[in-house]
């Protein structure tokens, strides 16, 4: 009895939290999950079960895979492929943009929050700088960088392929987003100039968050300031990186107002999270849409799992 | 002059100079990395001030030929989308649903990560996992159920959807944040019979205020900005926050790039001053463990 | 690290800052009802009309601002709440329209394209038929019998047209053209012909922008192909083997042939940039609906060229189109359990008449769907507009909603994405064919 009062009361706390969560995601889950394996392809809501939603975004058995993997690697079209074209056109997509966006908002993150660890004059200045893309919304930031990534050629070029000229570097001038092997790559560009700032945040906290008596010690060894970074700050980054990915990977996956943005809904910058749009409010086809978004939620789970156990487990450890 | 004491300063002139060369590379990287991260915001500022006929792609680069304050008279009153009623909107919104959410942020962290029950932790990754739900998918059941219990119109309806979304992320944060309080702590509280308010009262809750910054700053941002939510709960134009009334400043047959660009750097405005007060707490809130995990 | 914590000033916060910020924070939350902020009561009994459009900038904004003018004039106690929503075309607008009828919550009228791109609503019940509205107001006299023929689903109207928009017109530079000897052609071999001068004097023969209006393009190819007749057979039930003919073949790799004649950034531009490249002497021909025309005649204030129809810029039906007015048209709806429905059928009844219709269409840029305008009202173009509409043989839009509905236009734009990723002629064409298995009902 004791011991019920003993956490009792917490419990009581947070369950008012437990049941709007339990209502607003996890039944709002569930009603996507029974839209997806539904028959209402059309503007009828109907009751019927049915799978073809997921037939038609998943290879059509093993001996596909290997054509479907290599589709979606490359982004070219299959002749031999029984899934839904465009859906392959969007994983190769969302697969560049993220490899892209997360990779590179790590880096340039992590490398400013180098810079910046030991102290700089006017460190307040730059971090103001760095953070403010966050605070402008993507739908005006998308408009911007649709002006600066503009592939124009020649004498009608605007945008960073004309400032490349002025500055004697036009070779650098490329097609960006409508590029046929990197464009998704491109469209990383703006997201990686919104979240480096916050990111660079992080790894600066995390930075510091090393206690300089343990920096000393290394230093007192005889160790180099390189050789102290590695082995004393870099070890302490671990938990910064895990959040910092989570982080990235699922604002990558989900991205559709900076998209849209750019690109429309044009199937040359299509991703999932576009698609999915389409398909619901376009198309009507409300099941294939609740199926990506499944599909999606799922992709972002095999992320997030293992970086939970991880961050549970490394508690209990300490 | 002895010999090694010549060669000690050389070593040191050496690793000054050494030193020194890092400095100014070091600058040069940041001062360069400032350059890109504002040249869009160069190309928004520039356009803003430009009139209806030059702010083009074309001319993205150039400095205004005519300097006019007419777009951002535009954006902020002209009749068709000023957006001076819609920061009403958006202030009204923002400001209690950030105090609420990091309110149960801090509370739910507190009880998950010091005062916990069995099965603790299931109950953080049950809450956690709704962070990655899309959310685009889930908008015509979300609208319904607000329909279904007749909840009020409007702004209220918004400002519940943003302080039940924002749960995960609030409780990571605190709960990150608590589970680096030192056991003796709460320990001592729970000596001297203290309960659980009691002890969140006089021992979490004074140490807090960097992860309360930390949430707010993000919760801020995040439900400025929101778009997606906001045009869908929000059906009269009247209530709508400042990113629907921004996002109309697009029309389907002309856009005037200066006023939605002027618009863009107004509906900034608040966040970039949120960062700037808060900037100095939310480097320590993030030192103290907020998002290290 | 905790010891710098506790003694950091800036931990301190008092608490009893943090307790007023809660209390604040949730008696405002849980007051802001009472404030009656967003409406709580639904009072059927008060006047209310809540249209809902994706009007919101330029001239079609301005053309409603006009007609809310005069309705607040006729019903001084009727509060008319305009609840337009930006973004590309109305993709925004009918997502969200699309979840409130979902929801069950409509506004009392909506804008939509007439013809089959209401079919989605009408299947769902969520539109009523309006055919007693037309009966009433003698619409169906004054409206083009062809035109209410095409709009009509399973014998029923179901909307009132406010204006008509022509998709087949061909604008070009006459200053761009005279200089490099090139004539307007009238038929598609003197259309290749005019490309190919274009290119070789250094121009962008045919200047295209994003995704639908490559759509745009193979309507127009396709209807200027197989005429009026072999278009509108294609969008009949069963028509799939339709699709798969010899002059859809043709019609196709005309396309082909057509956008091998385009700017290679088209996907980044939008249909006004293109149009641009044309006023700028940049490009020969753009192939736009009418719309274009109010860009480039509007006043700069708005955001528009200004420019002088007929000496600064010139129009021509695309070739092989002469006499077929490949239509599209803007029109509301009555949804089914709208709030204020008397309101609503006076709100259509006041959109088919002609003083609604001869107000907005001048300042949008468009014609009525009416054939009794008053010609005087209208610009340069819109009058060569008005006397084609009496005369020229109607084909109906596929871009812009009138002879397909949603998901067979998704699948066709899929299609279309993958061919021009492509070029496959022959792949494009089974992908059509599959299309109009799925959804030719």
Redesign the interface.
Known sequence: MRKIRRWGPGLLLVSPSILLVAIFVYGLIGWNAKVSLSDWRQAQQTSGFDTSAYGELFPSGVGELGDYAGAVITGKQSDTLSTDPAWIIDLHHALLFTLAFVLGTLFIGATLAFLLDKGVKGEGFFRAIYLFPMAVSFIAAGVVWRWLMNPAPGDRSTGFNLLFDKLGIGFLANDWYLGPTWGAAALAIPAMWALSGYIMALYLAGFRGVPEELREAARMDGASEWRVYRHVVFPHLRPVTLAALIILGHISIKVFDLIVAIGGKQLITQTPAVYMWILIYDARDYAKGAAIATLLLIGISVLIIPYLVYTIRSERET | MSSTSVAVDRTVGLRRRKQAQARVVKYAALLFAAVVVLLPVYVLLVASFKGAGEADPSRAWALPQAWTLDAWREAWNGDQYGLFPYLKNSLKLVIPATIISTIVGSLNGFVLSRWRFPGADLVFLFLLFGMFIPYQAVMIPLTQIFIDVDFPEGIPRLAFAHIVYGIPITTLIFRSYYATIPEDLIEAARMDRAGMLRTYWSVVLPISAPAFVVTAIWQFTSIWNDFLFAVFIVTDPASWPVTVALNNTTGSLVTPYNVQMAAALIASLPTLIVYILLGRYFMRGLMAGALKG | ??GR??R?R????P?AT?LA??L???V??LA??AAG????TKSSASCELSVFS????????AGLTKLIAIWNKTHPTCQF????????????A???L???L????PPDSFQGHAGSELR??I??GQIEPVDFIYKQFGFDKIMPKSLINQIRYKGKLYSVPVNIHRANVLWFNPKTLKQNGIAVPKTWAQFMVALQKADDAGLIPLAMA???TAQHLLETVMISTLGPKGWAALWAPNSASKWASKSVTTALNRYNAVLGYT???A??L?W??AGKLVTDG?AAFNIMGD?QD??FS?T?????FALKPGKDYGWAPVPGTAGVYDWLSDSFTLPKGAEHRDQAIQWLAFLGSRLAQDTFNPVK?SIPARQDANPKLYGAYLKTALSDWKKDTLAGSLTHGVVAP??W???I??A???Y???KNVPKFQAALVAAAKKNAK
């Open positions: 690290m905790f914590l506790r950091d800036l931990g301190r916060l608490r943090v910020a809660g604040v924070g949730i405002v939350a802001l009802p902020f967003g409406h709580q994706w009007w919101t900038g330029g001239g079609e904004a709440k305009n609840e337009a929503v930006a973004g590309g075309a109305g993709s925004n009918k997502a969200v699309a979840q409130r979902a929801a069950g919550n989605d609503y299947k769902a994003e995704q639908w700017n290679s950034d996907a980044s939008t006004q940039d940049k719309w109010g860009l509007g700069k204030a708005g955001g528009n840029g949603a998901a236009s998704t699948d734009g899929t279309l994405g993958l021009l990723q492509s």
